[in-house]
Structures are given as C-alpha cells and as structure tokens.
Nanobody, 125 residues
Framework: VQLQASGGGLVQAGDSLRLSCAAS????????MGWFRQAPGKEREFVAT????????YYTDSVKGRFTISRDNAKNTVYLQMISLKPEDTAVYFC???????????????????WGQGTLVTVSS
C-alpha cells in the first residue's frame, strides 16, 4: 500500500489543522493506521492509532483531548484532526499502515509496515 499525507502548514498556537492520509489499493480496511511525528533533532514518536474498523483509537498523552484520529474506509483515507495546537506540536507528521502483526492498535513504530512521506506542521507562538 502507498500512503500520501497532506494538510500540513504554518499555523499559530491555538489554531486547528486537519491532516489527511490517502492510501492506494483496495485493502485499506485491513490495515491498522497510525500517525507519528518527528520534530527537528528528535526521534520519531507515536501520536495516534486507529483500528481497522475505526472503533478503537489510542493516543499519546500529550495530544489527548486535542487530536482526533478517524478513518473513512470507503475513501481509503485516515485523518488527524488537531485543535489547540501548541509550538511543541511542530514536526513532520507521518501516517503509517500496519498489517497482520497488529491485533487492534499499536503505538510502536516497528509494528507498521508502510509509511507515507510526511507533511510538515509548524506552530508558531
């Protein structure tokens, strides 16, 4: 599966942004989807994940209550709605697809098989 992330940009603290990740192929619903981010000089970190059906989600603590992950299996797309953005949210955001190694959801980078190219989110103070 090929993933194409979009929706990043330059926003001010407190603003909202929605990222999208479009997947190719007809098997999108078979994959657990995740969003990760990598800030300058830092390692890639987990942000959010969603199960194949969309019924289960899981977030890293720093984004709980501000970010919402969702998916539309008919459109082969996963979204990350971000509100109340903070300067520390500045990073390149990556979407990822995980297959049979993930039972429901996973926050682990190694569990994901396919990665998009990333979209830059910059939050100014």
């Amino acid at each position: 599966v090929q993933l194409q992330a979009s929706g990043g940009g330059l926003v001010q603290a407190g603003d909202s942004l929605r990222l999208s990740c479009a997947a190719s192929g007809r098997t999108f619903s078979r994959y657990v989807m995740g969003w990760f981010r990598q800030a300058p000089g830092k390692e890639r970190e987990f942000v959010a994940t969603i199960s194949r059906s969309g019924g289960t989600t899981y977030y890293t603590d720093s984004v709980k209550g501000r970010f919402t992950i969702s998916r539309d299996n008919a459109k082969n797309t996963v979204y990350l709605q971000m509100i109340s953005l903070k300067p520390e949210d500045t990073a390149v955001y990556f979407c990822a697809a995980g297959g049979t190694s993930i039972a429901t959801v996973s926050p682990y980078i190694y569990a994901y098989d396919y990665w998009g190219q990333g979209t830059l989110v910059t939050v100014s103070s």
